[in-house]
């Protein structure tokens, strides 16, 4: 992050009244339509979802309200249809693989996968904690829970935790599309806030962003944490509905009863629903970078092979062993790498902060010369030069590795020479490989260097089966285990805040 | 605990900074659902009930020590709910303090421990959930939080991360109260305990962390507050946030007393820290758009602008207009940001807006 940049954008939306992109090209891939979800916990239940609304973005939604959520038997009845649908949708789409031929090696990999939609960041890990409760349920009283909750518990943890990859597109929080591809007045603690964001990029005519986006925070609630004011409503149905039923959890008796609660959800759910599909369609209308296809392949990789093994019956450890920590955590650096780089060296506007931070040079080649030979060990080889003419004076060390962004998949090329040139500079660069017409610009080519490539750093190494000590826990992980203990306890009764002399202490 | 000075002023003034913009369309929403504070009150108390079993249960396997037979003093009853008891809870826990380090014989626990402070030259006072003193006569601090561990991670980060803060106070405080009793302060454990819910049910698990680096945090931040005799002194006799507070007034003249109060102490926004625990960050936010403030876009901004007074002048210099010698240092980056996002981007076509 360019601070010059996230300076220089403040002032210009400050003063034009409205949300300034950050990128020219959408670098997330937008299925049409993907399947959104959104949730509202009861507050301070954090696996509890009060209400799940899912259905294709910019189509009608079903809702699942258990009325009572902190009743198991309620809170799974009411889940059992959106955890078929879930495990349906997703089973369909796996079903139709697409061979990948890689060398002499031909593998198969889903044609398509399931993206998913949701509001915010917190309601990615609402799913994620919704899906490690379901995903490993306990037997109640003899009885099975139903396996569809359990395969859509493992589906959900999956998503969350694909989520965290950098680039990824299988599960989407628009607050972060947002923020990746808009800059507004918000700071990165208000961003949290789809509406207002949103607000700040659309305002209605005449309004400036910051009165819309304020407007919008005020009133705007997206969920999945509910409000003081929702809860107080929630509270009241609540103590009605547990009332009427007197204990019942069978659908005859709860059918009629759960409208009132129904409605109350329903309410909560329709803007934020037409909320998510202003924003996908916006985002969709922006042509897609050139790399969105390969990151999505990989997305259809990890999709594939994990509906295999949780449809196969597989499980997942809960918590990584060393081993998978660091290999998870190896997983993560390279795709952000990869997707910055892909980013910047395909999208001008996401280059611009790395030529502001003097992490990328752009120029006009001046001369080149392909038949610079110079002494490699023991052999003269063929190498090519160029000259580059800079807007602005830069400062580079001597032997600097740079990319040129057209081949910023092949080799580097080695910063030889640093002068001034007028009011900026003129680089002496070095191409370290054998100079083909594809490796090299032409002269009067106005071209970009920077330190961003795609191409991996070598093959590493798997780490050791046995990991040294320094890296050894006193006892292994424990395995999959349910979390579900306790869950079928009586709720605990809501307390008003202004009975309390310091309701603070429970915030 | 920030230098705000407007902040500071209503502190030293003991003015509510959630109540003085109630029923403004500027004032915080901190409310919480009635849910999770039942949740909370529910939790505390399944650890009080049947003689503390549960938080004897909880302590005896947390940390080792056997609870079962532990003399568990409840502070927070048989006081008033008002500064004078918990003069005299604090009171109280010095001495138990102090006695426990003298005869570390038995472990205790004290329930609701109040911890005295100075903070800015006025007295406050602190309430820890448990101060547990093992059978080592060493002190461990305690808290209770109702949000669920599970798999050995915190369900909600940021929430692990302010009860860890809060943990850190209650042992920075602690150690100041040994030292004032003349008992050596490192009899405090730099390891506090956290008592919260494991999985989806209540059941109670403890765990410790290790809070050091956040005490010196804790005691850099109560350092400093400024102090309300400085205060006092500086703050002209006529500022005053009534005008503000009157809910009979019509809104605009409210929040315009408002403005005109924090223009005349001086503030301090910063968005994460005072969207999160100051009643007043809508208003200052409102502020600080309307002089286009380079903080009200988070510290970043403002830190990358000495020098500029405003964004409209960012604005400006953006699409590089002459600077004066003040702005030198930043114009230079600040146009060439701007000329290269106009190469980058071009100008959109006018964009069809939602109608107001």
């Keep these: ?339 910055e780089a892909e980013k910047a060296i395909e999208d001008p506007a996401a280059m611009v902060p790395y030529l502001l931070d003097g992490e990328a040079v752009r120029g006009v080649v001046a001369s080149l010369n392909d038949q610079y030979r110079v002494r490699f060990r023991v052999k003269a080889v063929r190498r090519a030069i160029i000259a580059l003419d800079t807007d602005d004076p830069v400062i580079l060390p001597l032997g600097k590795k740079l990319w040129w962004t057209a081949t910023a998949h092949d080799h580097h090329w080695e910063v030889q020479d640093v002068t001034a040139n007028g009011a900026g500079s003129r680089i002496t660069l070095m191409l370290y490989a054998a ?73 | 605990m920030h230098a705000c000075p407007t902040a500071a002023v209503a502190f030293a003034a003991r003015v509510d900074t959630n109540r003085v913009l109630t029923g403004t369309t500027l004032e915080m929403p901190f409310g919480q659902s009635p849910f999770a504070i039942g949740r909370g009150v529910a939790f505390e108390a399944l650890l009080r009930r049947h003689g503390h079993a549960e938080l004897r249960r909880v302590l005896t396997e947390g940390l080792g020590v056997d609870f079962s037979q532990a003399g568990i003093e409840n502070l927070r009853e048989g006081y008033q709910p008002n500064t004078t008891g918990l003069k005299l809870r604090a009171s109280v826990t010095r001495s138990r303090m102090a006695e426990i380090i003298a005869s570390p014989a038995e472990p205790v626990v004290l329930d609701g421990a109040v911890l005295r402070a100075d903070v800015g030259g006025l007295p406050a006072f602190f309430e820890a959930d448990e101060m547990a003193i093992g059978v080592g006569g060493e002190i461990v601090v305690g808290e209770n939080k109702s949000w669920p561990v599970v798999d050995g991670r915190p369900t909600d980060e940021d929430a692990l991360g302010s009860a860890l803060d809060q943990a850190a106070t209650y042992v920075l405080l602690g150690r100041r109260t040994l030292d004032d009793a003349g008992v050596d302060p490192d009899r405090v454990s730099s390891n506090a305990v956290l008592v919260t819910p494991r999985n989806t049910g209540l059941t109670a698990v403890l765990h410790r962390q290790n809070v050091d680096g956040r005490v010196r945090r804790i005691e850099r931040l109560l350092s400093a507050v400024p102090h309300v005799a400085d205060i006092a002194t500086s703050v002209p006799a006529d500022v005053t946030f009534d005008v503000a507070a009157d809910t009979s007034l019509p809104e605009q003249e409210r929040v315009d007393a408002f403005a005109e109060v924090s223009d005349r102490l001086g503030r301090v926004y910063e968005p994460a820290s005072c969207l999160s625990s ?79």
């Excluded at chain 1, 196969?312 to 660091?326: E, F, L, S």
């Excluded at chain 1, 809501?494 to 429970?506: E, F, H, I, M, S």
Aim: net charge positive.
């Design chain 2, 278 to 356: 100051c009643g007043f960050a809508w208003a200052c936010r409102q502020c600080a758009f309307a002089t286009g403030d380079p903080a009200l876009s988070g510290g970043v901004v403002a830190r990358a602008l000495p020098g500029v007074v405003s964004l409209s002048r960012v604005a400006e210099l953006s699409h590089g207009a002459p600077a004066s010698a003040v702005e030198a240092p930043v114009a230079g980056p600040l146009a060439r940001a701007g000329r290269l996002y106009d190469e980058a981007v071009p100008v959109p076509a006018p964009r069809r807006r939602r109608p107001a």
């Design chain 1, 435 to 507: 100079p083909t017409p594809a490796r090299l610009p032409g002269v009067g080519d106005r071209i970009t260097f920077s330190v961003l490539h795609t191409s991996s750093d070598g093959y590493r190494l798997p780490p050791p089966q046995n990991p040294p000590w320094t890296h050894t826990s006193a006892a292994p992980p424990a395995p999959p285990e349910p979390i579900d203990a306790g869950d079928g306890d009586p709720p605990a009764a809501a307390v008003d805040g202004a009975t309390l002399p310091d309701p603070g202490v429970y915030a």
């Design chain 1, 1 to 339: 992050m360019s601070t010059a940049m996230e300076a220089m954008f403040a002032g210009r939306i400050h003063q034009d009244g409205h949300a300034l992109r950050r990128t020219t090209l959408r670098h997330t891939n937008l299925t049409d339509p993907a399947l959104g979800i959104c949730l509202w916990r009861l507050g301070g239940e954090r696996f509890r979802a009060a209400a799940v609304a899912w259905g294709p973005i910019g189509g009608p939604y079903k809702l699942a309200v258990a009325g009572e959520p902190r009743n198991r038997d309620l809170y799974f009845s009411a889940l059992l249809p959106f955890a078929a649908d879930l495990c349906k949708r997703i089973r369909r789409v796996a079903a139709t693989q697409v061979a990948r031929q890689r060398g002499r090696h031909t593998d198969y990999l889903p044609a398509d996968a399931l993206q998913i939609v949701v509001p915010n960041r917190t309601t990615v890990a609402a799913l994620g904690l919704l899906g490690r409760y379901l995903a490993y349920l306990s037997d109640r009283g003899g009885v099975a829970p139903d396996p569809a909750l359990v395969e859509a518990g493992k589906h959900l943890r999956f998503y969350a935790r694909h989520a965290r990859v950098p680039g990824q597109a299988l599960l989407v929080p628009l607050d972060r599309l947002l923020a990746e591809h808009w800059a507004t007045l918000l700071s990165p603690f208000e961003q949290a806030n789809l509406a207002a964001v949103d607000a700040q990029i659309d305002p209605p005519r005449g309004v400036h962003a910051f009165d819309s986006g304020f407007a919008a925070e005020a009133s705007a609630r997206i969920g999945p944490e509910p409000t003081e004011d929702i809860d107080r409503i929630t509270d009241e149905l609540l103590a009605r509905f547990n009332e009427a039923r007197g204990g019942a959890t069978e659908p005859a008796t709860i059918g009629p009863l759960i409208a009132p609660i129904e409605a109350h959800y329903r309410r909560l759910v329709d803007p934020v629903w037409a909320l998510m599909a202003r924003v996908v369609d916006r985002e969709r209308a922006l042509p897609a970078a050139p790399s969105v296809p390969r990151r999505f392949e990989v997305d259809r990789e990890a999709f594939g092979r994990r509906v295999d093994w949780v449809t196969g019956g597989g499980r997942y450890r809960t918590t990584d062993t060393p081993r998978q920590a660091a290999m998870t955590l190896r997983r993560l650096e390279e795709p952000l790498a990869r997707y």
